[in-house]
T-cell receptor
Framework: NAGVTQTPKFQVLKTGQSMTLQCAQD?????MSWYRQDPGMGLRLIHY???????DQGEVPNGYNVSRSTTEDFPLRLLSAAPSQTSVYFC???????????FGPGTRLTVT | KNEVEQSPQNLTAQEGEFITINCSYS?????LHWLQQHPGGGIVSLFM???GKKKHGRLIATINIQEKHSSLHITASHPRDSAVYIC?????????????FGKGTLLTVNP
């Protein structure tokens, strides 16, 4: 199993550009999440999904969209990038709430 | 506001020392996670526990539900243990899907 994969590993955007961060898992996990990690702060939940077709907002959803058309994929879209979205983004998945989370390798995004 | 507090923020040790990292939280939880993140690297789950104690190799995690406190111990520390250790909790009730993360403890083990 590849586990949780994320692409790209690094990305530089200009303010106002849009892009999609890709996340995929091959463990047939129902639960998937997107987090951002900023210096001096704990990981913060952006959006999450409890199954295909079901998504919900986390604590910092503004400026981001998600969809979950398949169990495997959970892309995160930045609609109009802002410097405040400069961060490291992690995707994670788990089988259910009683199980541990598996994290992807992260995407380092810089918005200039 | 439900928060997760970790101490210390930074910890430097000599190889072979016994390490303890602490995590406190404010209200009842369903589960507590300990995670490890190497510099520039991904995040790996070490333990998930809701009571008692778990051990994996040189790592031991304990939790005291009444005191709302957990500790992560590393015995016979090694330079490869140098990493950020993150505590996260899933609170009971409300949106029990969400994990609340501490800010992490940066551990440096010198040879």
């Amino acid at each position: 199993n590849a586990g949780v994969t994320q692409t790209p590993k690094f990305q530089v955007l200009k303010t106002g550009q849009s892009m999609t961060l890709q996340c995929a898992q091959d463990m047939n996990h129902e639960y998937m999440s997107w987090y951002r990690q900023d210096p001096g702060m704990g990981l913060r939940l952006i959006h999450y999904s409890v199954g295909a077709g079901i998504t919900d907002q986390g604590e910092v959803p503004n400026g981001y969209n998600v969809s979950r058309s398949t169990t495997e994929d959970f892309p995160l879209r930045l609609l109009s990038a802002a410097p405040s979205q400069t961060s490291v983004y992690f995707c994670a998945s788990r089988e259910d709430l009683s199980q541990e989370q598996y994290f992807g390798p992260g995407t380092r995004l810089t918005v200039t | 506001k439900n928060e997760v507090e970790q101490s210390p923020q930074n910890l430097t040790a000599q190889e072979g020392e016994f390490i303890t990292i602490n995590c406190s939280y404010s209200v009842g939880i369903s589960a507590l996670h300990w995670l490890q993140q190497h510099p520039g690297g991904g995040i790996v789950s070490l333990f998930m526990l809701s009571s008692g104690k778990k051990k994996h190799g040189r790592l031991i995690a304990t939790i005291n539900i009444q005191e709302k406190h957990s500790s992560l111990h590393i015995t016979a520390s090694h330079p490869r243990d140098s990493a950020v250790y993150i505590c996260a909790v899933r609170y009971s009730g409300g949106s029990n899907y969400k994990l609340t993360f501490g800010k992490g403890t940066l551990l440096t083990v010198n040879p």
